[in-house]
């Protein structure tokens, strides 16, 4: 009941102050975005920045693994693809798009 006697003194029928009230309706919604900001956009932010700056380091010589599941190993960058073997004799182009992660060989 304490907060339904709240909103009811936030709502702009109310007899209050008009500025008071209308900054009390919208802090909710203020209070959403934040929350929906920090747990949301910014993880999903920081990993595409992690993932754009993953795909702009390949270079010659790595191993990698498309998303379709392909492990290749890069023989040639070029602006928006990479030519990779996936086998003895076999190359491949992959677009840069398609590219999960960069294998780290553990030895």
């Known amino acids: 009941m304490p907060l339904m006697n709240l909103l009811a003194m936030a709502s702009p029928n109310s007899g209050g102050e008009g500025g008071a009230s209308s900054f009390l309706s919208f802090l ?14 910014r993880p999903q932010k920081k990993q595409q920045d992690k993932r754009k700056t ?11 693994v498309t998303s379709g599941g392909l492990f290749a190993t890069v023989k040639d960058v070029k602006e928006d693809l990479v030519v990779a073997t996936i086998a003895d004799g076999v190359k491949v182009e992959i677009s840069k798009s398609a590219i999960n992660g960069v294998v780290e060989e553990s030895t």
């Open 54 to 64: 993953m795909i702009a380091a390949v270079k010659r010589g790595d191993r990698i």
């Open 28 to 41: 909710p919604l203020v209070l959403i975005f934040v929350v929906f900001w920090f747990m949301i956009i």
